[in-house]
């Protein structure tokens, strides 16, 4: 079947057809089928599903046949600004549009905003207009301030992976942007999980919206085949060097809880011959674009990142994920396993438990809704046992904070005025 006999039913044009067929869309995914057609219809979407499920192109594909269908003057001015939390996830969504655009009646003009660059290009490249804007929170505020870009004539706001814009350290600057839009506009937030502490400031962000769900999709989840393996936390390291030479794994994602971490290990597993590299915050943007690029070609074997890697980042074909640390939260488990079995592929998550997470893990699982059997591998076995004072640690999420309590009293507040 080709993408036009799939995606014609959703009320697409024959450009959009065409690119969806061209770049390899064959059918819609479930997120696919059921935001295109509000999308096209101007309503407020919630868009909850599975990472990997092709939340970008149920975006992507209406809104620039909106534009497409519009009138563009030779100074434009930018009607869509698509909001995202990192620099690669950014990349990678200015990318897509980019391609679909190709397809267009009329040039379309993206510009990609992030941090860790030169901010001066950005500001040369937005001379003109620009049709679509991407970008994280923070560099579209000092592009503003700068005077380089007017905000006045959004008429549509996308936050991709919203519910990471809408909580931590994200929503102080989102708040910042929602002051200089427009009262009067589409609002489009997706993401795979929606958490309770953001659920009430996504009801002051939208109106009447179309509520869509599809994380539960059956064909989603049974294309990851979880494991979870007992080991004492000081034989990670050896552990994961023996699963990745005895699976023949060809790539692999290790996700640690700090920066350090993720130093440490992927040293390591240097010094013990394999090809491996850290990916991290503190890295330079040039840096960190490199490393993803070698990973991806299949220059770097191992990946070791921290939750920096758990959002946006879309890696083809990744056959393994492993949680060498523990996601504090549950929520980011599911963003972790998520970048494996993307786009209808198969995976492996492989999660290390010791006897001093194991009810940190049994926590996830019951967020989860579902049970991981243990497993034991011969020769690394676990001797350690949990102390009495351990932690048990709660699951990051499932109640609001009185700081997430006091920013959604003022996201209320300023709603009203």
């Known amino acids: 079947m080709s993408a036009a006999d799939g995606f014609a039913a959703l009320g697409l044009s024959t450009r959009i057809l065409r690119a969806a067929d061209e770049l390899g869309y064959d059918v819609p995914t479930p997120i696919q089928a059921a935001a295109i057609p509000p999308v096209l219809a101007g309503r407020d979407v919630l868009g909850s599903a599975a990472t990997g499920s092709g939340k970008t192109a149920a975006y992507v594909f209406p809104l620039l046949q909106r534009i497409d269908a519009a009138i563009r003057p030779a100074l434009r001015r930018t009607h869509v600004l698509v909001l995202v939390p990192t620099r690669e996830l950014a990349a990678q969504v200015g990318e897509a549009m980019i391609q679909v655009g190709r397809f267009l009646n009329d040039p379309l003009k993206v510009s990609v905003l992030y941090g860790g660059v030169s901010i001066n290009p950005q500001m040369m490249a937005l001379r003109g207009g620009a049709d679509v804007v991407v970008a994280t929170p923070g560099r579209l505020l000092d592009i503003v301030e ?191 396993i998520g970048r494996t079995a993307r786009a209808g592929a198969s995976g492996l998550a492989v999660s290390f438990i010791s006897a001093a997470t194991e009810s940190h893990f049994r926590l996830i699982e019951k967020r989860q809704g579902r049970r991981v059997e243990r497993e034991r591998i011969a020769g690394f076995e676990p001797t350690e046992t949990a102390s009495p004072e351990a932690a048990t640690g709660g699951v990051k999420g499932r109640r609001p904070s009185k700081k997430d309590k006091l920013r959604a009293a003022a996201a209320e507040a300023a709603a009203r005025k």
Not at 155 to 177: I, K, M, P, Q, Y
Not at 207 to 236: L, N
Not at 286 to 291: D, Q
Not at 302 to 326: F, H, K, S
């Open 146 to 336: 700068h005077n380089a870009l007017k905000l006045s004539a959004i008429d549509c706001l996308v936050l991709d992976e919203a519910d990471r814009l809408l909580d931590g350290g994200f929503a102080d600057e989102v708040t910042r942007v929602l002051a200089l839009l427009p009262r009067r506009r589409q609002n489009l937030l997706f993401s795979a999980t929606f958490p309770e502490a953001v659920q009430s400031l996504t009801a002051q962000l939208l109106h009447d919206p179309v509520r869509i769900d599809v994380t539960g999709e059956p064909a989603t989840e049974g294309q990851i085949e979880e494991h979870a393996v007992e080991v004492d936390a000081a034989k990670r390291t050896p552990l994961l060097r023996h699963m990745i030479e005895q699976g023949e794994w060809s790539r692999v994602l290790v996700f640690v809880a700090t920066r350090y971490a993720c130093d440490h290990v992927a040293d390591k597993l240097r010094r013990n011959g394999l090809e491996a590299a850290a990916f991290h915050g503190d890295a330079s943007q040039g840096a960190r674009t490199r490393t993803l690029a070698d990973f991806k070609a299949g220059r770097i074997r191992v990946l070791v990142a921290t939750d920096l890697g758990a959002r946006g980042i879309d890696i083809a074909r990744l056959p393994v994920v492993v949680n060498y640390d523990l996601p504090r939260a549950a929520d980011d488990y599911t963003h972790r």
